[in-house]
């Protein structure tokens, strides 16, 4: 199946600081990607989808100004928790559909975020 | 009503039992239904990838769809201490994806 990297796999930073998450599709080209997130054992909670070119567009109750998304080339989408704070700490995932099929999504392993 | 209902478990079976995972769900626009095995600390892997009604079969793993009972199942036979896991269902109307929450699953050597 198709890989999907993420980096950093794990980072803490300190209340009111930036954190910027990155998602590439290594072996094929993503028009679209998917950020999620993920609670302890909880499920997946889809906060925004990724378009190359254009806006993102925000699931209904995250911030946009918080959660800034970037998807500036067909195999790279970032996302910056801007002024982070400790409710924001979490495991962020991201997706990209198969060329194949847009329902089959290969995720990324994940980060985890900690802010102190 | 949640989109997709799975009992989160956990559950617990001994090494070479047969296990069977399932959801439910309401929405009958739904029409690709996935299963994802997740690891502790992981990113979702795909196991399984069906369209419609009907079974797949993939090695020790086969996914089972019933569009009229609105219930999909996921067997895993033989059991391995290495299939211990989260497993989640997804669903998706080919616009939007639904997860469930995920069933936890030990399997005890």
């Known amino acids: 199946g198709a890989v999907v990297s993420q980096h950093p796999s794990w980072v803490i930073c300190k209340s009111g600081t930036s954190v910027k998450i990155e998602c590439r599709s290594l072996d094929f080209q993503a028009t679209t990607m998917f950020w999620y997130r993920q609670f302890p054992k909880q499920s997946l909670m889809l906060m925004a989808t990724?378009?190359?070119?254009?806006?993102?567009?925000?699931e209904q109750g995250v911030e946009k100004d918080k959660f800034l998304i970037n998807h500036a080339s067909l195999t790279l989408s970032t996302l910056t928790v801007t002024s982070a704070h400790p409710e924001d700490s979490s495991f962020y995932i991201c997706?990209?559909?198969?060329?194949?099929?847009?329902?089959?999504?290969?995720f990324g392993p994940g980060t985890r975020l900690t802010v102190l | 009503q949640k989109e997709v209902e799975q009992d989160p478990g956990p559950l617990s079976v001994p090494e070479g039992a047969i296990v069977s995972l399932n959801c439910t769900y309401s929405n009958s626009a739904f029409q690709y239904f996935m299963w994802y095995r997740q690891y502790s600390r992981k990113g979702p892997e795909l196991l399984m990838y069906t369209y419609s009604s009907g079974n797949k079969e993939d090695g020790r793993f086969t996914a089972q769809v019933d569009k009229s009972s609105k219930y999909i199942s996921l067997f895993i036979r033989d059991s391995q201490p290495s299939d211990s896991a989260t497993y989640l269902c997804?669903?998706?109307?080919?616009?939007?994806?639904?997860f469930g929450t995920g069933t936890s699953l030990t399997v005890i050597p």
């Open positions: 997804a669903m998706s109307t080919g616009n939007q994806f639904y």
């Open positions: 997706s990209a559909p198969s060329v194949n099929s847009y329902n089959e999504q290969f």
């Open positions: 990724s378009n190359e070119g254009s806006k993102a567009t925000y």
